[in-house]
């Protein structure tokens, strides 16, 4: 095997094993991250050349990628390393380009994008593990990353992006991290280590006797154990320090013996400042001058600027490389006609960094941020530099700063854009420009931190007179309050903007006046204003636009509280034509249409959702995929489709964290232990309900994440509980004016923890109660619930309620509440002693149950049916209807002649996992072929026999 010798992975062989095991395993489709963290020079390079090896002996495709400190505001810096040689490389063309499909919308990280039409930051991650996939397509992909705590925020999102769906991929990543550093990017650096997928290990220092070993192998001679036991004490075990210790000992002819061993403490060998301001000592000043330039500009510095910044020729700059290179300290490359240096190990660049003075190295930033704009540089990496400068109210580096700010919008990277405009705060002055930095900087951050979005636009609003720009930034504003859930100062500003806002700007008013309207939503209590707005909003005719579509749908969230029927249609009316999806996708007013429609069972909310998903992963934002992904996991849910819904919670959780999306999360999780829990995954669904923290608490709407909370305790067997637990989201549904029991049905959850108390008394009062709500509301899933509650608590008429609810679900595709009232109905046939009548709804439980995934309901019913006499079937129901939605998609596209990776682009899913769907599809159609689909998808279930 080729890569570092022995000696360098010396005491390593659990950390050589396991990358060997994860290669292994990558190039079998699954794939993992290796992490080595450690202190500085403690061998973690070492490792990662040797993770090259090891991946280039198993036949791996192989991109490389430092971080720096210099380049970690760099939008997707590191990303850019990994695969920018690949694409240069060739495999840019011919019908296996790595541009295939989804793949096209992270073309703008690599290329200069259009400011005019930014891509979203989820839509970029999305492309890039398209990118990732389709370079990996015909080998096994090794990414390999050094020094992962100065990597940049986009990079990062990246990975916490790929990890999530790394074990089904051909992918390796190897990654080091040094300890001991502050980083901005902690909680993504958490996140990415403490991932399922992740393996985290930390190399120790050598022993007594490996650091024997490995200075003999330096000083090419024998090691007194005196003095390798001093060079241990000096070093701490550390192999950087152990080397540099040996090139310094070389270099003033030390032996390794007994004799020179108390000498070795004189040298400072933990001190990597004065070993290079030693060597460097000792080459020409036109080097030395080099060096720093290299330290300025960072990794892979174009010499032709290196020089320029030197004050050199080019052809002294060249000359002034080798004695560099010489020491050890320097390497060079040669790639697209350009001599490119990067130091050999990121401690000496940071000694050489820090020879210089705070006013040199400022000076020489800015001389470095001139030099690269006028070579027409990314105005990106001209901004790296300008962030370690000093202010000095220059207007070309603020126009600098912000020329870098619409590049890392058009990059999809927010974060990068609100760190240039903030930087560029600093260097204006007041007027007009600072009111227009103002706006932009809270505009941005808007998508990364709400709470400085906040204090931007409140500066920027305060400033701002004209009454048409203070109207639109306190739009911006309110909203960022209203998602803190400062409610009452949200409150003021929007109404303050709608008095500001011209009567002629009658969209900007209907935005505005849609917020407003969702300040009941997040805050409890009474709202007499609010109401009296919303009452003259209700008579306003439709216009169409984006604004009144967004009033249609907060208005119809109010009446679907209040289970006013009419909300349905009003909500459809606000989301038709998927305008509010091209233009508002995931703002909280059109959210609530979508809850809406869910609460009234209207089939067009999932051709809704599935344009959401579609837009967000073209176009959208983190925030956008977490919301479309939550609602549409919410209504697979509703149907009964539970493994649909689980992958679809699942996701939202994970995008979820990544958007930092503090009030759709607990909702998220609510939904996702509702779906665990129906799939018998009790304990996994308590745990999804404890991950929530206090600050996503205080922020979501109580009664979206307290919903669950019942169930699960009742299911834990703690009924004295789970009734609190109902009462207690009641009283937060009161306190929100709440009464839809398709919305929250906390009654029904009271009743059913009654009936286990014996409290039969106080069970029908709450049934009594959510039965005549849902007759009012009218949707068949709250009703037929309903009537099951009422059925529970009034054993005696509890037939006919039963019957009823059968009847009433007969044609809703609320599959598992349907499967739940025939179980019922069936188990009370039973008891009544009508044993053959029971046994036809009981079937039709057991395949509505099966197909649902619902595995407790599915026992209980094969337990009713043996008590019945009947032969519950052994095997699940097959044919076309037993497919779930995915199922469905999967078999229809592949039956068209779509390949998998075409089809997992087209359904946002892994390739690996479109070859899950195939194989359920093929099982469950009657073990058919591919070439067979088409004609097994037309033909009508075959439901097989009961044995």
């Not at 400042?273 to 036109?286: F, G, K, N, Q, W």
């Not at 109210?393 to 919008?409: G, I, P």
């Not at 919301?627 to 697979?636: I, N, P, Q, T």
């Not at 068209?896 to 899913?909: D, K, P, S």
């Amino acid at each position: 095997m080729t890569g570092p010798g022995a000696q360098d992975l010396l005491e390593r062989a659990a950390e050589s094993a396991a990358m060997t095991a994860a290669a292994h395993a990558a190039a079998g489709g699954q794939g993992s991250l290796l992490v080595f963290e450690g202190e500085a020079g403690i061998g973690k390079t070492r490792l990662l050349l040797e993770a090259r090896a090891i991946s280039a002996d198993a036949g791996f495709r192989i991109a490389r990628a430092r971080a720096s400190e210099l380049e970690r505001d760099l939008a997707f810096g590191v990303t850019r390393q990994l695969f920018e040689p690949l694409l240069r490389a060739g495999c840019d063309a011919g019908p296996d380009s790595p541009w295939e499909g989804s793949a096209a919308q992270a073309r703008e990280v690599f290329t200069a994008a259009d400011p005019a039409a930014p891509v979203g930051d989820f839509a970029v991650l999305h492309g890039l593990f398209w990118l990732t996939v389709n370079v990996g397509h015909d080998r096994p992909l090794a990414l390999l990353i050094d020094d992962l705590q100065w990597c940049d925020t986009q990079s990062l999102e990246f990975l916490v992006y790929l990890l999530a769906r790394i074990d089904e991929l051909p992918l390796l990543i190897v990654a080091t991290m040094r300890t001991g550093e502050t980083v901005a990017a902690e909680p993504l650096l958490r996140q990415i280590a403490t991932d399922p997928s992740a393996k985290v290990y930390r190399p120790k220092p050598l022993s007594d006797r490996a650091v024997t070993q490995l200075l003999r192998h330096e000083l090419s001679s024998d090691v007194h154990r005196e003095f390798a036991l001093a060079c241990h004490q000096a070093t701490g075990g550390n192999p950087l320090l152990l080397r540099e210790l040996a090139r310094t000992l070389t270099e003033e002819e030390f032996t390794a013996s007994a004799v020179d061993a108390g000498k070795v403490a004189d040298l400072e060998p933990r001190a990597i400042s004065r070993i290079v301001r030693t060597r460097l000592a000792r080459v020409p000043l036109e080097s030395v001058s080099l060096a720093k330039a290299v330290a300025i500009l960072g990794d892979r510095a174009d010499l032709a600027i290196a020089a320029r910044l030197a004050g050199q020729e080019f052809t002294t700059a060249l000359e002034s490389t080798a004695p560099l290179e010489r020491t050890g300290f320097i390497g060079t490359e040669q790639t697209d006609s350009r001599v490119r240096l990067t130091f050999t190990h990121p401690l000496v660049r940071t000694a050489v960094y820090n020879m210089m003075t705070l006013a040199e190295r400022a000076g020489a930033h800015r001389r470095a941020a001139e030099l690269m704009s006028a070579a027409g540089s990314d105005p990106e990496r001209v901004a790296a530099h300008l962030l370690r400068t000093p202010p000095a109210h220059d207007a070309a580096v603020v126009e600098a700063l912000r020329s870098a700010a619409a590049s890392a919008r058009a990059h999809g990277a927010p974060a990068g854009a609100y760190t240039y405009l903030r930087r560029a705060l600093d260097e204006s002055s007041a007027g007009e420009e600072r009111l227009a930095l103002l706006s932009e900087a809270g505009q941005a951050a808007l998508l990364v931190d709400l709470g400085v979005a906040v204090s931007l636009l409140r500066q920027a609003y305060e400033s701002a007179s004209l009454p048409r720009l203070k109207a639109m930034i306190g739009y911006s504003l309110g909203a960022a309050l209203l998602y803190t859930v400062r409610t009452s100062e949200a409150k003021k500003i929007l109404m303050e903007s709608a008095e500001l806002t011209p009567k002629s700007e009658t969209e900007l008013l209907r935005h505005i006046q849609s917020y407003i309207l969702n300040i009941p939503v997040v805050e409890s209590g009474r709202h007499e204003d609010i109401e009296k707005l919303l009452t003259d909003l209700r008579r306003l005719p439709p216009e169409g636009r984006v604004g009144s579509r967004l009033l249609d749908c907060i208005i119809a969230y109010h009446d679907m509280m209040r289970s006013d029927p009419r909300a349905g249609s009003r909500a459809l009316r606000g989301l038709s034509d998927g305008v509010l999806v091209r233009h508002a996708n995931g703002e909280s007013p059109m959210v609530c249409g979508w809850i809406t429609l869910l609460a009234a069972e209207k089939p067009q909310v999932s051709t809704s959702l599935e344009a959401a998903i579609k837009q967000a992963h073209r176009h959208g934002s983190l925030r956008d995929a977490t919301v479309a992904s939550l609602f549409r996991g919410a209504d697979y849910l509703q149907q009964g489709f539970l493994d649909d819904a689980v992958v679809m919670l699942r996701e939202a959780v994970r995008t979820g964290k990544s958007a930092n999306a503090v009030i759709a999360l607990p909702i998220a999780r609510s939904y996702l232990a509702e779906a665990l829990l129906e799939q018998g995954s009790a304990q996994e669904a308590a745990s999804v309900l404890t991950e929530e923290d206090a600050n996503e608490k205080a922020l979501a709407p109580a009664y979206f994440f307290a919903r669950t909370q019942s169930p699960v305790l009742l299911h834990t067997g703690d009924a004295q509980h789970a009734f609190e637990s109902a009462v207690a989201c009641g009283r937060c549904c009161e306190g929100f004016g709440i009464t839809n029991p398709s919305l929250v049905p906390w009654r029904s959850d009271a009743v059913w923890s009654l009936h286990v108390l014996g409290r039969g008394e106080e069970a029908r009062a709450y049934a009594g109660e959510e039965l005549e709500l849902a007759r009012r509301w009218g949707s068949p899933r709250a009703l037929g619930r309903a009537l099951r509650s009422m059925a529970t608590a009034t054993p005696k008429e509890g037939m006919e309620f039963l019957e009823e609810a059968v009847e009433v679900l007969k044609q809703s595709n609320a599959n598992l509440e349907k499967a739940k009232a025939l179980a019922e109905y069936g188990a009370a046939l039973r008891r009544a002693g009508r044993r053959q009548a029971s046994r036809k709804p009981l079937h039709e439980a057991l395949d509505l149950a099966s197909r649902c995934g619902a595995l407790p309901l599915v026992k209980r019913v094969r337990a009713e049916l043996a008590a019945a006499g009947g032969q519950p079937r052994r095997t699940a129901v097959t044919g076309p209807e037993s497919l779930t939605p995915s199922e469905r998609r999967v078999a229809e596209l592949a039956a068209e002649g779509a390949t998998n990776r075409h089809i997992a682009q087209t359904l946002f899913v892994t390739p690996k996992t479109i070859e899950l769907h195939l194989s359920n599809v093929y099982r469950k159609l009657g073990n058919v072929t591919r070439g067979e689909l088409s004609e097994a998808l037309a033909v009508p279930a075959r439901r097989r026999a009961p044995h």
